[in-house]
């Protein structure tokens, strides 16, 4: 049969439009998997991506920001629900007069009840009998300076007659709650310095002890000494002999009886207006 031309036309237009339907013309509806992924090399995230460990760890050309020294922060001094002791970190060691957190404890109880060794509250009287008291500084019975922000307190201490000569600045911060007692926990120290062995470290005997100093015709003794006994763990030879500026100076000390938890390290100097006219203390604990 012979089939006319507009017939054969108007078929070969109908095949010719299925054809581009099939193919995903422009007649057509986008597929969904061509909407949702990605143009290849690039990191568009797919609607609910999965973290990954690769996505989450940083990579070593770009290190993670270091944490701000938040450890040093009066936050950090509260004690946790397991009764840490809020002094005892690398940074804040317990030295005197209290070497627990349950010690400060027992005598917050005995003053809140009958006004036990009211001393203890106030930084100024801490820190003149720790000078005196403890490390038998007798001369050293004057307050020069005073600086309290929150838990801690700085409190120059001097000897009586010498003007405006502050023998060191003593560190202390409150044990346990806030209006606790206050506790020695180190010097801040500017001409004269004890760096070694470094603050907090585990030593053994004899211990290298050393530091800097400025100042003329200096002579040095080093002490190790712990709460608990009223002598000396051990004393280097007497004296030495230091000076310049902010020039080194070291010693060797050997010590025995060691058994509170934290030992102080106390160096000195004088000789000049006084038997002690500057002092730096430092914290350890023995191996």
Known sequence: MNISLPFRLLTAATVLGLSLTACGGSGGAPSASRSTLPAPGTSTPVPTPTPTTSRTTPTPSTPPTATPSATKAPTTLTPTPKSTP???????????????????????????????????????????????????????DKVSSRTVSGRHARIGVAPTGREGGTAAVIHLVRYGSPDGPWEVVGTDDTTFSLTTPAYGSLVRSPLAIGGRITGVDESIRVEVRQP????????????????????????????????????????????????????????????
């Open 86 to 140: 809020p002094l005892g970190s690398w940074s804040l060691q317990p030295l005197w007069p209290f070497t627990t957190l349950a010690q400060a404890q027992e005598w917050e109880r005995a003053y809140r009840s009958g006004g036990h060794q009211p001393w203890h509250r106030d930084p100024e009287q801490t820190a003149l009998a720790f000078t005196r008291d403890y490390l038998g500084f007798k001369e050293i």
């Open 228 to 287: 608990s006994s009223k002598a000396p763990l051990g004393t280097s030879a007497c004296c030495i002999s230091a000076g310049g500026n902010d020039q080194p100076w070291s010693a060797r000390v050997s010590f025995s009886g060691a058994h509170d938890p934290v030992l102080t390290v106390v160096a000195s100097t004088g000789g000049h207006v006084a038997d002690v006219e500057r002092f730096t203390v430092t914290a350890v604990r023995a191996r």
